[in-house]
């Protein structure tokens, strides 16, 4: 079989893939949206983490046998503070609760987000908004959609007219965190889950966040022009 073939066939497995884990981030997003509503209140470390795991578990009640169906072999990362190069072979980078924190205060900006890497490249990632009913999807090669549509990159020309936005550093991190080069993906300026970087009104033109260079992150795939991915977020919220 030519390469042009293998690549064609491996393209089109992808896609129906992305159909897939869409429908399981979208029903896990699902049911955190059956939870939400009034404040969740808590009074101690341990009655906060107690809640953040509570939603967890729901989301990935869902998520975790729908994607293994899927790719069986595949290994788990859930931990949205791990990073370094994963080992080879197929890894789901999952965040069953995005914005956790802003879910428990209830906070609009929260989401469900499944990324597949393989062998330390991304291959497809799908971020779902259940409240707005979003879902933005991207997939190597083909580019990335909302619900459907093509995103493509802002059309200003001009820093001077436009917002560009960053989010603060972990208490760990050195000075040169914040610096462009060391950054691997859009986020949002007040360290909430969803990043600013989307297409559109209300949208923030550009973003970068600060990642070390010692821990780098995998990027959600784009196209060529390196589309955004992910929607407006509201400043002031507070981060999972």
Known sequence: MSETLQATD?????????????AAVREAGSALRERFGEVVPYQTRDELMSALAANDDTALG??????????????WVEDELDGGALPPGEWWVVDPAEGNV??????????????????????????????????????????????GRPL???????????????SQARPDEDENVGSPEHC?????????????????????PASWPPHP????????????????????????????
């Open 62 to 75: 869902i998520l975790r046998p729908r994607l293994t169906s899927l790719r069986p072999d595949a290994g």
């Open 152 to 166: 493509h990159v802002s059309r200003a020309a001009d820093l001077g007219l436009s917002i560009v936005a960053t």
């Open 213 to 240: 260079a010692s821990t780098p992150r995998p990027s959600p795939p784009s196209h060529a022009d390196r589309t955004p991915l992910h929607p407006h977020t509201r400043q002031g919220t507070t981060p999972s």
């Open 102 to 147: 802003n879910h428990l205060h209830a906070l609009p900006e929260w989401a469900v987000t499944a990324t597949l890497v393989r062998d330390n490249q991304p291959v497809l990632t799908v971020v779902h908004l259940p409240l707005t009913g979003e879902t933005y999807t991207a997939l190597t090669g083909a580019g990335a959609h909302l619900d």
């Open 184 to 204: 691997s993906s859009p986020r949002p300026a007040d360290g909430s889950p969803t990043p600013r970087a989307a297409p559109g009104p209300r949208r923030a």
């Open 10 to 22: 491996v393209t089109v497995s992808d896609a129906h893939l992305l159909d897939r884990t869409a």
